[in-house]
């Protein structure tokens, strides 16, 4: 599969800056129905297609050149490619390798299974929260925009848009700290 080319660079005017704060805190606030420890596929996939939009206006390309895209790769993945390779490993090794070394092999592959369910999701591919900080990244490289004056909003307009762009902000650190927090139950 060939990545398609980025398309012809587009202008950062004053009704896309507008639209595009006024659509964030819909975003952030979808985001936040996700459970933020886990790999959401269809998230991931929403989440790079929204960044490679977001990267073809012509103010914000260089500043998002940095910002990865979300890696879409659950734990169900990882562990059914691994049971593949381990039902390929328990049906060709025993032809090449001694019984022993085949055993260890065997005993070895599947114990490696069973740990990836102790590594975080995190590890190799983008949580929800992972997400919610790039997502972050881009609200606040919005309101250095806004805040410059570069867009000559005029001041309701300019209110309402730093309304939205802080409204995003303010659910997108929300829901990162709530991530960070030790679960609070009942004492027992």
Request: charged content about 20%; glycine content about 4%.
């Amino acid at each position: 599969m060939r990545a398609t080319p980025p398309g012809a660079p587009l202008a950062l005017d004053r009704k896309v800056f507008y639209d595009l704060a006024a659509a964030l805190p819909a975003y952030a606030a979808d985001l936040a129905n996700h459970d933020q420890h886990r790999v959401n596929l269809k998230e991931c996939h929403r989440f790079n297609h929204w960044l490679a939009h977001v990267r073809r206006y012509d103010r914000l390309a260089p500043q998002l050149a940095t910002l990865g895209a979300a890696r879409p790769v659950a734990r169900w993945q990882v562990v059914t490619l691994m049971a593949v390779i381990w039902v390929l490993m328990a049906l060709i090794l025993p032809a090449r390798v001694s019984q022993q070394m085949y055993t260890v092999l065997i005993g070895g592959w599947l114990l490696t299974i069973v740990a990836v369910f102790f590594i975080p999701e995190s590890v190799y591919g983008t949580t929800t929260e992972g997400i919610e900080g790039k997502v972050l990244r881009v609200v606040d490289l919005l309101l250095d925009v806004l805040n410059s004056g570069t867009m000559d909003f005029s001041e309701a307009a300019f209110y309402r848009t730093r309304e939205n762009l802080l409204k995003a902000h303010e659910e997108l650190r929300l829901q990162i700290d709530l991530a960070h927090r030790p679960p609070s139950g009942p004492i027992l």
